[in-house]
C-alpha cells in the first residue's frame, strides 16, 4: 500500500524558514513534487525533483525553496526560506504523478 507523508509545517513570522519533508512508502519515487493550495485558490505546483536530481520551480518560489532528494529513504524535502505572507497555504506532496499526501499547512504571519 502507497503512502505519502508530508510534515514539517507550522506557524512562521514573515522572513523566516521552514523544512518541509515528504515520506513515500509502498513505492520507489521517480518524480516528487510540492504543490501548494491557498485558501479560495487552485492548488499549484511549485516545485519538483526527480530521482537523478533535477529539479525545477515555479517562478513564485524560485530563489527562496529548495528541493532535495534523498533516495535512500525515499524522502523528499523543501526547504523555504524568505517566507512570505502569501507562501500561507497547504502544501501537498505528489509522487509519480499519482499519489497524494494529506498535506501540512503553512501559516506565516506575525
Known amino acids: 500500500q502507497v503512502q505519502v507523508v508530508e510534515s514539517g509545517g507550522g506557524l512562521v513570522q514573515p522572513g ?3 523544512r518541509l519533508s515528504c515520506e513515500a ?4 519515487f ?3 513534487g510540492w504543490y501548494r493550495q491557498a485558501p479560495g ?3 499549484e505546483s511549485i516545485a519538483g525533483i526527480t ?3 533535477s529539479t525545477n520551480y515555479a517562478a513564485s518560489v524560485k530563489g527562496r525553496f529548495t528541493i532535495s532528494g ?3 529513504k525515499n524522502t523528499v524535502y523543501l526547504q523555504m526560506n524568505s517566507l ?3 507562501d500561507t497555504a497547504v502544501y501537498y506532496c505528489r509522487v509519480n504523478m499519482g499519489y497524494w499526501g494529506k ?5 506565516v504571519s506575525s
Do not use: C, F, H, Y
Request: avoid cysteine; glycine fraction near 14%; charged fraction near 20%.
Open 103 to 107: 498535506g501540512t499547512l503553512v501559516t
Open 51 to 53: 530521482s537523478s536530481g
Open 84 to 86: 512570505k505572507p502569501e
Open 30 to 32: 521517480n518524480v516528487m
Open 25 to 28: 512508502s509502498g513505492i520507489i
Open 41 to 43: 485558490k487552485q492548488r
Open 70 to 72: 534523498d533516495n535512500a
Open 16 to 18: 523566516g524558514s521552514l
